[in-house]
């Protein structure tokens, strides 16, 4: 079992509609957990991070968090075509070191 | 958020020959960086850990004697690839935690190595 898991997609919303990714991790002491953009060729952007069970949002973007089953989602809002790209989902162990775990990243395709 | 820089950006490179990448924190002092690579259509993969004044942490499978990781200053870190091949042709890219917290990591733009 990989320690973060994502459906590589792709996945294909239509424009303004939701875009939901998912993501499950494996280490019940995962702390915090990240999500990241990915554009192709280029290195990922940090969207939003989630420590605790619940929503979070900012503008279009909502974390949701369910640490019992151990999987964190992200919503994304009026969903535009220049949102297409490569969404990671990262999770941070915690302790002294601070690695961020990375799942292989679900392709969103948003159709004009 | 946080900004770091990479350079360079691309190099192409013959095999046999050692290549050097750099990356900086531009606006704030990082004790702490990472290197990962990526290859095509897969995920980051976590090749080290660098730390300032002491020796970096390598993940397992990595070669410390190939990559060599130098943290000289509280802004720069570099990684060398000796010996380059053909299958270390990848995306290296390096990450620095942010004023944000230990926990959020801001990425530099990454540098495309293709050794012939």
């Known amino acids: 079992q990989k320690e973060v898991e994502q459906n590589s997609g792709p996945l294909s919303v239509p424009e303004g509609a939701i875009a939901s990714l998912n993501c499950t991790y494996s280490?019940?002491?995962?702390?915090?957990f990240f999500w990241y953009r990915q554009y192709s060729g280029k290195s990922p952007e940090l969207i939003m991070f989630?420590?605790?069970?619940g929503d979070k949002e900012d503008g279009r973007f909502t974390a949701q968090l369910n640490k019992a089953s151990q999987y964190v989602s992200l919503l994304i809002r009026d969903s535009q075509p220049s949102d297409s790209a490569t969404y990671l989902c990262?999770?941070?162990?915690?302790?002294?070191?601070?690695?961020?775990?990375f799942g292989t990243g679900t392709l969103l395709a948003v159709q004009p | 958020g946080a900004v770091v820089s990479q350079h360079p950006s691309r190099v192409i490179c013959k095999s046999g020959t050692s290549v050097k990448i750099e990356c900086r924190s531009l606006?704030?002092?990082?004790?702490?960086m990472f290197w990962y690579r990526q290859f095509p259509k897969q995920s980051l993969m976590l090749m080290a850990t660098?730390?300032?004044?002491?020796?970096?942490?390598?993940e397992q499978g990595v070669e410390k004697d190939k990559f060599l990781i130098n943290h000289a200053s509280l802004t720069l870190s570099t990684l060398t690839v000796t010996s380059a091949h053909p299958e270390d042709s990848s995306f290296y890219i390096c990450?620095?935690?942010?004023?944000?917290?230990?926990?959020?990591?801001?990425f530099g733009p990454g540098t495309r190595l293709l050794v012939l």
């Open positions: 990450s620095a935690p942010g004023r944000g917290g230990q926990e959020t990591q801001y």
């Open positions: 280490d019940r002491g995962s702390q915090s």
């Open positions: 989630i420590y605790s069970n």
């Open positions: 990262a999770v941070n162990r915690g302790g002294a070191t601070n690695k961020l775990i």
């Open positions: 606006d704030f002092q990082a004790t702490t």
């Open positions: 660098s730390n300032e004044g002491s020796k970096a942490t390598y």
